[in-house]
């Protein structure tokens, strides 16, 4: 995980990649996540109100974050109460874990999070960590994501689709192919499509041709 170039990142104040409401993708199809009152796992979930939308919905979301910036702005911001928990792990870091009965958020590596400290999950909303991250990183990620996987899981996943000689990233461009291909044993299929380019300053100084925010849904 790139931890200084996303702390860079939460110095600033406008984020283009932090929304002040829940994701317009989430609030459309937030029935493909088809059991109320089970967990959702939100990886790199930054300080999202997503996690609080799916809370009022009677989901019961579970972020995991490494940032403290992000998880420490979203528990004020929003007024949370929290109890938390400790746990370390094998190389000297340890992970935090705040929890209600509503959500719970994890401060910690995702890759340090496995299925013993926060289970198996049926429903993934994944808006923010596979665009975060680079190629290598992104095999990485899937292989331990599905580590995380129950049997019959969905996930709804947020992607960036752009010409890739306009812009390096992140957020990266991702494709349809390279989903298939890190998610063999999964069904994808585009849900949603929407242009980005009015959406925030930083993206209009990019002068770029194109840059579409792509939901898919990938079930097993």
């Not at 190389?91 to 289970?119: Q, S």
């Not at 292989?143 to 899981?153: G, P, T, V, Y």
Request: hydrophobic fraction near 40%; glycine fraction near 4%.
């Amino acid at each position: 995980m790139d931890f200084e170039f996303w702390d860079n990142c939460w110095q600033r104040e406008s984020q283009p990649f932090h929304l002040a409401e829940a994701h317009t993708f989430l609030v459309k199809y937030v029935n493909k996540l088809f059991n109320k009152s089970e967990k959702v796992l939100v990886p790199l979930s930054g300080k999202s109100l997503d996690l609080l939308f799916l809370a009022e919905q009677g989901y019961y979301p579970v972020g995991v974050e490494f940032n403290p910036k992000a998880v420490n702005r979203f528990i004020q911001e929003n007024q949370l109460e929290f109890s938390s928990q400790t746990f370390p792990v094998a190389n000297g870091n340890e992970l935090i874990r705040y929890h209600n009965d509503t959500m719970e958020v994890w401060l910690a590596d995702f890759f340090e999070v496995t299925e013993n400290h926060i289970g198996t999950f049926e429903q993934v909303y994944d808006r923010a960590a596979f665009i975060a991250l680079p190629d290598q990183m992104r095999t990485s990620y899937a292989k331990h994501l599905k580590s995380l996987l129950a049997d019959n899981a969905t996930i709804l996943l947020v992607t960036m689709d752009y010409l890739p000689d306009e812009m390096s990233g992140p957020p990266f461009h991702i494709t349809l192919d390279e989903i298939k291909q890190q998610f063999p044993d999964g069904e994808v299929e585009e849900l949603c499509r929407c242009s980005l380019l009015d959406s925030h300053p930083r993206w209009k100084e990019l002068n770029l041709s194109r840059l579409d925010e792509v939901l898919y849904q990938i079930t097993f």
